[in-house]
């Protein structure tokens, strides 16, 4: 009854009229020419009900506007085009402080717990609100950090956490590719460790290797933010990502479309030490 009720609310939506600002929003080439028509019309879908139905709460004084909440929705919504149903219906709220915050931390040492507190871009809570940075969203909206999105990271670990535990394996209907998951993402995850360990650097950022779900967090912002470089460091990954997000989202435009024109062998000289530490916990 409830998800009856629901669809019909949204059919309702998806005839009324889209905000004056939208245009300028997706003037970005990742939220444009990147998809086919039919894909575009899906993520302001998914990007509208998240903005109607989500209790959206401004902390430490920030007033959260319309326009603020779009480009949260918009940027979130692109990991479900490859759904049918958003896997973010589960999310009730969406904090949003104006900047990074401070949050308590306790850590177990064996049988006691230690009280400490950590400087915070975002988290992401099981069956709880998504906490996000609004000075951050905005410097990565604004192309500052081209690597990184605290929006698809908190967001990603909805994904994983959809069927329990965050570890890194999100649902995959698809048996032949979870079964591709399963055996390739643990090497790939081994292999960057090792990488970090030797002194060398890497596009996925180093706070991936503190474990398979922020590994899955913080490529997963590489993939998104920088597809291009993201298919030269990491092909294989970039091929199970492009399946399981959807490939078919994509026009000929996308960089990791098959039809694309092949990168530029001159880019791989271009990479640099992308490593460096960023306050995040979630
Ligand atoms: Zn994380």
Request: hydrophobic share 40%; aromatic share 12%.
């Amino acid at each position: 009854m409830w998800k009856w009720w629901r669809n019909r609310q949204r059919k309702l939506r998806s005839q009324k009229p889209l905000p004056h600002f939208l245009p300028r929003l997706i003037e970005r080439p990742d939220l444009s020419t990147w998809l086919t028509d039919a894909a575009r019309v899906k993520l302001i879908n998914h990007a509208r009900n998240m903005v109607a139905e989500k209790n959206w709460e401004g902390l430490s004084g920030l007033v959260v506007t319309e326009e603020m909440k779009w480009k949260i929705a918009l940027q979130a919504s692109r990991l479900t085009l490859g759904f049918d149903d958003s896997p973010f219906d589960s999310i009730q709220s969406i904090l949003i402080y104006p900047s990074t915050y401070v949050a308590p931390q306790q850590t177990w040492l064996g049988h006691i717990v230690v009280e400490s507190s950590s400087l915070r871009l975002g988290e992401a809570w099981k069956r709880g609100p998504i906490v996000l940075s609004w000075e951050d969203i905005q410097r990565e909206w604004e192309g500052q950090e081209p690597l990184h999105n605290v929006v698809i990271h908190e967001f990603s670990h909805v994904l994983d956490m959809a069927n329990g535990d965050a570890d890194g394996m999100p649902v995959i209907e698809n048996p032949a590719l979870a079964r591709n998951w399963i055996s390739l993402v643990p090497q790939q995850f081994a292999q960057f460790v090792q990488r970090l360990h030797s002194g060398h650097s890497d596009i996925i950022n180093s706070y991936g290797a503190t474990n398979l779900a922020e590994f899955f967090a913080v490529s997963t912002e590489a993939f998104f933010s920088s597809p291009k470089l993201f298919n030269m460091w990491h092909p294989e990954l970039a091929q199970l990502y492009r399946q399981y997000y959807g490939d078919t989202c994509y026009s000929t435009s996308w960089p990791l479309h098959p039809q694309h024109p092949r990168s530029s062998p001159l880019l791989l000289s271009s990479r640099r030490d992308l490593n460096h530490d960023w306050a995040h916990v979630g």
